[in-house]
């Protein structure tokens, strides 16, 4: 993408996590994320949906302060009480954050989707960007691995609505304290894990850089029966197209099977923050309630990322 005239304006342009401009002494944070449905409650689909489309402002070390919403909804297929319902979870998971839903925009569509377009405030100097992981710093992730491999098994109907109660929570849980926490330590690189699964998020961390990461997949939470599932194949199609795109990237070493590479693939919906920081600030999130696992180290490289 070409950059914009106004460059001095432009604090982080595209390419990470989300946009930050400066306009009147402030740093302002823009994001736009919408999905399908992973859930069959609509309620608790526009929750998710919301917590997801935050998270890009969190992993900026930014707070969100109001959101449009943006829908696509078949409208022969869902009576108009479905679209009320999403709404209304998705106004439940604002609230927790302070942030307003001030408008938004839909359309008439195949397929249901929701989502946000966010907007945000960061101070200057407390902006998170996905680049800048340095040698010696730690790997660190708050949320465990799973959740498309167990969304994708709900909608085959292999599994039920209890079985993904924990991934539902997960999915839940907002990252405002985690990214306070990194923006507190300092963290020299932070990214939330999506789409593109922890390796893709990963790699995009590792973009240009003199690192590696070097990832202890023991060390890695994953959801439970993540792995059974992957074992038999139940695997979203992301997870195939996301492994491939890291495959020039990344160095497996030999025990780590095809289901455990595609584990570290699974597109995450509302995943945790992947954070890079120094090993002395790591008791910084010890002495916090936000779940925390240390998966792996930065080391001098060139861009690679090698799971052991």
Known sequence: MEPLDDAGAVIVGPGDDAGVYRMGGMAI??????MTPVVND?????????????????????????????????????????LKLILKGAMQSLK??????IGGHSINAVELQF??????????????????AKPGDLLVLTKPLGIGILTT???????????????????LTINDTASKLAVQARASACTDVTGFGLL?????????????????????????????????????????????????????????EKERQLILSDPQTSGGLLIALAPDKLGIFKQSDVFHTVIGRVVKGSGIIIVE
Request: hydrophobic share 45%; with cysteine; glycine share 12%.
């Open 29 to 34: 944070v823009e994001t736009v994320d919408f």
């Open 42 to 82: 609509p309620q608790l689909f526009g929750a998710i949906s919301a917590v997801n489309s935050l998270s890009d402002v969190y992993a900026m070390g930014g707070r969100p302060v109001a959101a449009m919403a943006v829908a696509a909804f078949p409208a022969c297929d869902y009576n108009i009480s479905v």
């Open 96 to 101: 927790k954050t302070g942030a307003f839903l």
């Open 115 to 132: 989502g946000l377009a966010v907007t945000g405030v960061v101070e200057e100097e407390a902006i998170l960007r996905a680049g800048g």
């Open 153 to 171: 098994a709900l909608k085959n109907r292999l599994i039920g609505d209890d079985d993904i109660s924990e991934a539902v929570n997960w999915m």
């Open 200 to 256: 893709g998020h990963a790699c995009n961390m590792l973009g240009g850089s003199s690192v590696d990461f070097v990832m202890n997949y023991d060390s890695i939470p994953v959801l439970p029966m993540t792995t059974e599932l992957a074992v038999r194949g139940i695997c979203p199609g992301g997870a195939y197209k996301n492994l491939g795109f890291v495959s020039g990237n990344t160095r497996f070493a030999p025990h780590i």
